[in-house]
């Protein structure tokens, strides 16, 4: 199933050319129109789901598969010191365009292109609240 409004459905399909990296049936990589980086490629399912909480979890195996292959790839040709998976889900995590997408990042030493989260730290009463809720 494809959504006929969206913008990595018709990445995925082919109907708007990339620059693909890899394809099956099930999936399309291909190099970012905005990249982080050199390499930065885009996992996408053909199939159209929104987030990571639509994706089926064989699927979201697939993918993770698919991200380790491309990660290998990157490290091999493009010589990169590291490799971020990214995937956002909802606007409030990050994500721009609804249809579920993996980033595969190539990194090297002090690139800049990503700046790591400010880490906060939490005492074990709070976590052990965190981990109350999570049960």
């Not at 993770?64 to 606007?91: E, F, Y």
Request: a negative charge; charged letters at 25%; one cysteine or more.
């Amino acid at each position: 199933m494809t959504d006929n409004n969206c913008i990595f459905c018709k990445l995925a399909s082919g109907e708007i050319p990339s620059y693909t990296v890899y394809e099956d049936d099930t999936f399309r990589a291909i190099l970012d129109a905005a990249p982080a980086g050199e390499g930065h490629t885009l996992i996408l399912p053909k199939s159209h789901y929104e987030n990571l909480f639509e994706l089926p979890e064989d699927v979201a195996a697939d993918a993770m598969r698919l991200a380790k292959k491309i990660a290998t790839l990157l490290r091999d040709r493009m010589h990169c010191d590291g490799v971020n998976i990214l995937q956002n889900n909802g606007a409030a995590a990050g994500q721009t365009v609804m249809h579920y997408h993996l980033h595969v990042i190539p990194r090297t030493e002090g690139d800049g292109h990503l700046a790591p989260w400010t880490p906060v730290q939490r005492s074990p009463e709070e976590q052990e609240a965190t981990i109350e809720k999570m049960r």
